[in-house]
């Protein structure tokens, strides 16, 4: 073989003459070899390794399969599942999260699957997921994608250890019970701007009109976190979060068939849109940002939403600057708000008015409380938490139709869950859908809409302190707006409740699918009457 005119064929490592050449493939060929190894360790033989630990302890589950694991199969039964329309009931997890129910009955309630190269073992015990988020040990943190998360939104659902507790610390007190009293009258203009719509609506047809409330709850919840979140910049809010709504679909499209580590880097017409977004996004919101942290340090009135009662704990955190949120933090935080509490809010609210049409005499007595605590007043704050049979309701679509059917973690130190030890970088699923479905914990009718089980509160409805009932998460990460969204779904519920009656539409089909949350695939049409 000639290179560059010298011969290597039968030459000595040790003759001077061709030292050089021999140096230069050392030097060419090494990082190619330990690429292969990081690749093959990587991929092949530390995937292996970990699973042969776990299943050396016990623990069964799928075979690895390289590269994609269990993620192409789950892809195909998740389109089959997508393919037909289920029957009008609430056995939904069949059609949701097909593969996952198997494996889970074929397996066991521990079991491990594969994301990608990465084994993920699925834990469906209340018993040990009470371990893993009451975080008592520190072993655990989220499993997220950062460059994906900077798209979209940091902030204190993607931060761990000392960051994340003092983001936690300076943002609690914006949730506070009193604080969201002062929300009140924001969601109710809100609730109220779209009554009027469908009034109007109904008003210019001679009869009941159909409606797809999918569509209209995704509105509402915009507002309203457009409101609550930036007060009188509301506008300029909602500005923003249409362009989070149009950022968060490019990152879903680019990453559906398979996630590629660097692929944002690629200059594709998708890629530079998503950063000319997320450049007019940091933008926008800088300018609010600026604008609110000059009125709180000149002591002027911060306001009573999410942002300026952000900036004011802020500044009273009692922290040393340096240790205060940044500017760039508190643009993440706002872009977050708008991903947790928007959508997540707009599906429970979905699927309340689809569940209530499939069960008119809940919607009666639903509706029959809401009249007898306000008949036509504004809904007040005590009144709102006083209300039982919605709250019951409500709670009973968040375990059936859990917004977010899924928890993710993942161990950093090895340790040990239910007498088996993990090692570090084992990713944890932990299936909000499956337990709150289980005939075990709910017992033989766990697939059917029975809100008399909430008559008692919570721990009387799963008869135990685990996390049998979490669709807000548990332990110290529990879900900030869970008291937020609560009296945003109370206020709009009571709101529709008291001015029309509704019912399924014949074009309504009922196929309720996982995207980021819990979807419904064909929308929600219902045919709304005036009362
Ligand atoms: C029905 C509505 C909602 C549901 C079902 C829901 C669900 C959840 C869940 C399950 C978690 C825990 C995630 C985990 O442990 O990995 C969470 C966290 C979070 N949620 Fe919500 N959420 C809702 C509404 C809201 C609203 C309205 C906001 C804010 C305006 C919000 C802000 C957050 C934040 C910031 C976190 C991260 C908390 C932390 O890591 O400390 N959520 N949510």
């Known amino acids: 073989m000639e290179l560059g005119g010298a011969s290597l064929e039968g030459s000595s490592p040790s003759s001077p003459a061709t030292a050089p050449w021999g140096l230069l493939y050392g030097v060419a060929v090494l990082p190619v070899l330990c690429a292969l190894y990081w690749a093959a360790e990587r991929c092949w033989l530390g995937p292996r390794r970990v699973a042969g630990e776990l299943k050396a302890q016990g623990l069964r ?134 009554i009027d719509r469908w009034d109007s ?46 950022q968060a679909d490019r990152v879903i499209k ?22 000319r977004n997320s450049r007019e996004i940091e933008g926008l919101l800088r300018g609010i940002v600026e604008k609110r942290s000059r009125a709180v340090e000149n002591g002027e009135l911060s306001g009573d939403d999410l942002l300026g009662l952000m900036l004011r704990s802020n500044t009273d955190s009692g922290e040393p600057p340096s240790l205060r ?34 069960h008119p005499e809940w919607q009666d007595r639903a509706r029959e409380e809401v009249l007898g605590a306000f008949a036509r007043d ?58 709150h479905h289980s005939t075990d914990v709910w017992g033989k009718d766990a697939q059917e809409f029975k809100p008399e089980r909430f008559a008692e509160g919570i721990s009387r409805a799963t008869k135990t302190d685990q996390p049998a009932f979490f669709p807000f998460g548990w332990g110290p990460r529990i879900c900030i707006g869970q008291n937020f969204a609560m009296l945003e779904a109370k206020m709009a519920l009571c709101m529709i409740l008291r001015s029309f009656e509704f019912e399924l539409s014949p074009s309504y089909v009922h196929a309720p699918y996982a995207s980021v949350t819990l979807h419904p695939q064909h929308g929600a049409q219902v045919i709304l009457k005036k009362l």
């Open 201 to 246: 609506k109904l008003a210019g047809s001679d009869g009941p009109q159909e409606i797809d409330i999918w569509q209209e709850f995704q509105n509402l919840t915009g507002d309203v976190i457009s409101r609550t979140a930036f007060g009188s910049s509301f506008k300029e809010g909602r500005r923003i979060f249409q362009l989070q709504e149009e």
């Open 254 to 275: 680019a990453i559906q068939y398979i996630y590629i580590p660097g692929f944002l880097y690629f200059p594709t017409e998708n890629n530079r849109r998503m950063k």
């Open 325 to 358: 949120m940044s500017t760039e933090d508190v643009i993440e935080e706002c872009k977050l708000f708008y991903f947790a509490g928007m959508e997540t809010t707009s599906v429970l609210l979905t699927w309340t008015l689809v569940v209530l049409a499939m």
């Open 61 to 194: 589950g799928t075979a690895y399969r390289f590269p994609a694991g269990d993620l192409t199969e789950n892809t195909r039964r998740s389109k089959e599942a997508r393919a037909k329309p289920m029957p009008p009931c609430h056995d939904i997890v069949p059609r949701v999260a097909p593969l996952l129910l198997d494996i889970v009955r074929d397996h066991g309630n521990v079991c491990i699957t594969w994301f990608g190269t990465t084994p993920r073992v699925v834990i469906a015990e209340p018993e040990l997921l009470k371990d893993i988020l009451s975080q008592k040990f520190g072993h655990f943190e989220k499993f997220t994608l950062k460059s994906l998360g900077k798209l979209i939104a940091l902030g204190l659902a993607s931060y761990e250890g000392e960051k994340w507790a003092r983001h936690r610390r300076i943002l609690n007190p914006a949730f506070h019970l009193e604080k969201l009293k002062r929300m009140l009258p924001a969601f109710s203009a809100c609730c109220s701007e779209m």
């Open 378 to 435: 504004k809904p007040s704050f005590d009144g709102l938490s006083r209300l039982k049979t919605v709250t019951m309701i409500l709670y009973e679509v968040l375990r059936l139709y859990p917004p977010a059917i899924s928890l993710s973690r993942r161990t950093i130190k090895e340790m040990q869950i239910g007498g088996i030890t993990y090692p570090a970088g084992v990713a944890l699923e932990l299936p909000i859908i499956l337990i």
